[in-house]
């Protein structure tokens, strides 16, 4: 699975562990789109609340992890791998087409196109973040 799909599944999963009563989105209800993209999850019934699923991790973490600005961040807030390495396959993934070594500037557009990514896959993200 790519990085990208693993961010989408420790979100909408505990979306969906959270309201257990929401009918689990089946293989047979996936669109075709969402099911032949690489690396994307099929999208949920309804939006998912990335904010509200990541705000409650947060508080159960007891870390200090600015997720919202932080790829780095937002990617140990799920328990998933926030290595440099990880980091240049997640840029590769998404179609970063600027240096992979000037990391700061790397960093700073993976949080927009994961969070924007994020909201064309089903995820109900605020605007201007």
């Known amino acids: 699975m790519s990085i990208f799909g ?32 690489p690396g994307a999850a099929a999208a949920p019934a309804a939006p998912v609340d990335v904010d509200a699923v990541l705000t ?8 200090q992890l600015n997720w919202k600005e932080s790829i780095v961040d937002l990617l140990k807030l799920l328990g998933l791998d926030s290595s440099l390495d990880a980091r240049k396959q ?3 993934e998404l179609k970063y087409t600027g240096d992979q070594n000037d990391t700061a500037t790397m960093n700073v557009w993976l949080i927009k196109e994961v969070r924007q990514k994020l909201a064309e896959n089903g995820g109900k993200v605020p605007a201007g973040l």
Do not use: E, M
């Open 90 to 92: 997640l840029a590769t």
């Open 6 to 37: 693993k961010i989408v599944s420790a979100i909408f999963g505990h979306a969906q562990a959270a309201t257990p009563d929401a009918a689990a989105p089946t293989a047979a209800s996936a669109t075709p789109a969402a099911a032949g993209a």
């Open 56 to 63: 409650a991790l947060a508080a159960k973490s007891g870390q």
